[in-house]
């Protein structure tokens, strides 16, 4: 459930966390959504992103492809926020 660019996910022990989004993209044959966060509560600042359906349902990005992708989007991101 996304909301005030938060969300609410559920690790693998069954624990809820909420998390803020960074962004939301779509790659460039839009064959797939993306959301790039953060856990706020982790003092390392670690992104994470993971793709995601309609329905929901997320996938943790691992390919190495995708990742240097998802990399790109938030560098761009953070450039065009900082006013580069």
Do not use: R
Not at 35 to 55: C, I, R
Request: a negative charge.
């Amino acid at each position: 459930m996304i909301e005030n660019n938060t969300m609410m996910i559920t690790d693998d022990a069954g624990n809820e966390h909420e998390v803020e989004i960074l962004l939301t993209f779509e790659n460039d044959d839009k064959t797939k959504k993306y959301v790039l966060f953060t856990d706020p509560n982790d003092e390392e600042g670690n992104v994470y992103a993971y793709s995601y359906n309609e329905d929901g349902s997320m996938d943790e990005v691992i390919d190495e492809e995708e990742w240097e992708m998802c990399q790109e989007v938030l560098g761009a991101f953070i450039s065009e926020d900082d006013g580069e």
